[in-house]
């Protein structure tokens, strides 16, 4: 049983930092491609960033490159999400999700569902004036 894990959301003010974690448990998380989506209130779950197993390749989406910056931590079985200079519009639930081993990542497939085999619950963001 693979679960994956968030943690770290919660309330920060426009221009302000937090950052996210994702702990994956039940194989083996070296092996998993690991990704952040967001999903905003009667929308479409949209992607933000994207690992590679051995963290040598990152995926981001246009509108938070340059804020955002995702990072793992093998020994730790942990992804990170870093958000800077957040703004309002970053606020929304955001999930972790993971591919074991999953297809080689790619710019097009990693934004797609059913790419990514689990999720997390999500945690909320909210930015505030």
């Known amino acids: 049983q693979v679960q994956v894990a968030e943690s770290g959301g919660g309330v920060m003010q426009v221009g302000g930092s937090l950052r996210l974690s994702c702990s994956a448990s039940?194989?083996?998380?070296?092996?998993?491609?690991m990704g952040w989506f967001r999903q905003a209130p009667g929308k479409e779950r949209e992607f933000v960033a994207a690992?590679?197993?051995?963290?040598?390749?990152?995926y981001y989406a246009n509108d938070i490159k340059g804020r955002f910056t995702i990072s793992r931590d093998n020994g730790k079985n942990t992804v990170h999400l870093q958000m800077n200079s957040l703004r309002h519009e970053d606020t929304v639930v955001y999930y972790c999700a993971a591919a074991f081993p999953g297809p080689a990542l790619t710019d097009y497939n990693v934004g797609q569902i059913p790419t990514w085999d689990y999720w997390g619950q999500g945690t909320q963001v909210t930015v505030a004036s």
């Open positions: 690992i590679t197993w051995s963290g040598s390749d990152t």
């Open positions: 039940g194989r083996t998380f070296a092996s998993a491609s």
